[in-house]
């Protein structure tokens, strides 16, 4: 909750042409260190299926930005990054983390595109913490960063003045 009212709130107060949003995450079947670009966002903490209103459980991430992310980190997998408030609550999606979907969901309303990276730390099976490997997963994070933060700048320009000023947005998946 706390990185969506943040996100929020900078879009709010400054102009932003782009928000990357990065960090670690879990995976059952990849390896740590593995670099993941999120092809959608899922949201899993939706507990009431029956529910009559209606809500946005999944997003994508603006196509010139998952584009401009594919090129920029060519070894990176491209997949679902399912958001859950507890490790093991990704509801068998293959990459799970925290803060991702409110992030995208928060820049979504703001008319911002967003995209989401992560780095894999862990399997969320992995009950011992110890086992995890966050201090890999953080320094990968770092040169990860080093070389996307430049091409979203770089792309988020020129998506700019090719749709002349208007701004492309995650696009909400009804659930």
């Avoid at 782009?18 to 879990?26: D, E, K, M, S, Y």
């Avoid at 260190?33 to 966002?41: A, F, H, K, P």
């Avoid at 792309?155 to 492309?168: E, K, P, Y």
Wanted: hydrophobic share 45%.
């Amino acid at each position: 909750m706390e990185a969506t009212l943040a996100t929020a709130r900078a879009l709010a107060e400054t102009d932003i042409a782009a928000v990357l949003h990065v960090g670690i995450a879990g995976a059952t079947s990849l390896e740590t260190g593995t670099v993941v670009i999120g092809s959608q966002s899922i949201y899993c903490d939706v507990l009431d299926p029956n529910a009559t209103l209606p809500r946005v459980a999944r997003l994508t991430p603006a196509a010139w930005l998952l584009t401009a992310m594919r090129r920029a980190l060519p070894d990176a997998i491209v997949s679902p990054i399912a958001t859950a408030a507890r490790v093991g609550g990704g509801d068998g999606h293959p990459v799970e983390a925290m803060e991702g979907f409110g992030v995208l969901r928060a820049a979504a309303g703001a008319g911002v595109p967003a995209i989401e990276i992560r780095v894999i730390s862990n399997d969320p099976a992995d009950t011992d913490r110890s086992l995890w490997r966050i201090d890999d997963a953080v320094a990968v994070l770092h040169q990860t960063i080093k070389t996307a933060v430049p091409v979203v700048i770089e792309s988020s320009a020129a998506a700019t003045h090719i749709t002349a000023g208007s701004r492309s947005t995650s696009h909400e998946v009804p659930s």
